[in-house]
Nanobody
Framework: VQLVESGGGSVQSGGSLRLSCAASGYAYSTYCMGWFRQAPGKEREGVATIDNDGNTKYADSVKGRFTISRDSANRRLYLQLNNLKPEDTARYHC??????????????????WGQGTQVTVSP
């Protein structure tokens, strides 16, 4: 299983980014997938999840600003980040598979994730 994230960068507060995750090596379309982020010295935080029917869940901290989507034909997962805030600064990772019923509190005891992509938001 291989997951490769891309699309991060440095933006000013209020800016936007679109993160992408390329997946290979497993039955992509049958699993829930998610994005989590981790800032230095902080616990990992689940950000968004999507199941194979396109149902989504979001952390309260990003609801209304972030949008998760998936392109099953191309085995890609996306995270659109709008109205970014300095507190969104972190390394973002996609994880698959995850347990759908866990919502954004999906565990790191299960599934795979990539190296991540850095998002830095300046005031």
């Amino acid at each position: 299983v291989q997951l490769v994230e891309s699309g991060g960068g440095s933006v000013q507060s209020g800016g936007s980014l679109r993160l992408s995750c390329a997946a290979s090596g497993y039955a992509y379309s049958t699993y829930c997938m998610g994005w989590f982020r981790q800032a230095p010295g902080k616990e990992r935080e689940g950000v968004a999840t999507i199941d194979n029917d396109g149902n989504t869940k979001y952390a309260d901290s990003v609801k209304g600003r972030f949008t998760i989507s998936r392109d099953s034909a191309n085995r890609r997962l996306y995270l659109q980040l709008n109205n970014l805030k300095p507190e969104d600064t972190a390394r973002y990772h996609c994880q698959a598979p995850i347990i759908c019923n866990d919502g954004v509190h999906f565990s790191d005891d299960f599934g795979y994730w990539g190296q991540g992509t850095q998002v830095t938001v300046s005031p």
